[in-house]
């Protein structure tokens, strides 16, 4: 009956040891924390890619020769020389 005491105590001392070893060594904790923290970044990083590739694509649509004169036309109200430009004025609430 004592050697099945020994082997238990044993096994039990070796998870105490192993678990001071891990949880109790500063080494270990850092590279669970900086682990977290790569993958915090690595996670972050990937989403300022995709919105870099969007403002890319927007920049590209901007500088686009028909979005400079659709933005042009519509904003500032400028037409080509020899163009007519006809305003018509909302219709009134009543007429609605």
Do not use: H, W
């Not at 900086?34 to 927007?58: H, V």
């Not at 400079?68 to 006809?86: D, V």
Request: net charge positive.
């Amino acid at each position: 009956m004592k050697q099945i005491r020994f082997k238990f105590s044993l096994k039990f001392l070796v998870i105490l040891l192993l678990a001071a070893l891990l949880l109790g060594n500063r080494g270990f904790r850092r590279l669970i924390t900086n682990f977290a923290e790569y993958r915090r970044l690595q996670a972050q990083s990937c989403e300022l890619a995709r919105q870099r590739g969007i403002l890319e694509t927007q920049i590209k649509e901007t500088t686009a020769r028909p979005a400079i004169e659709k933005n042009a036309r519509k904003n500032l109200g400028l037409i080509r020389p020899g163009e007519t430009e006809y305003r018509f004025t909302p219709p009134a609430e009543a007429d609605k």
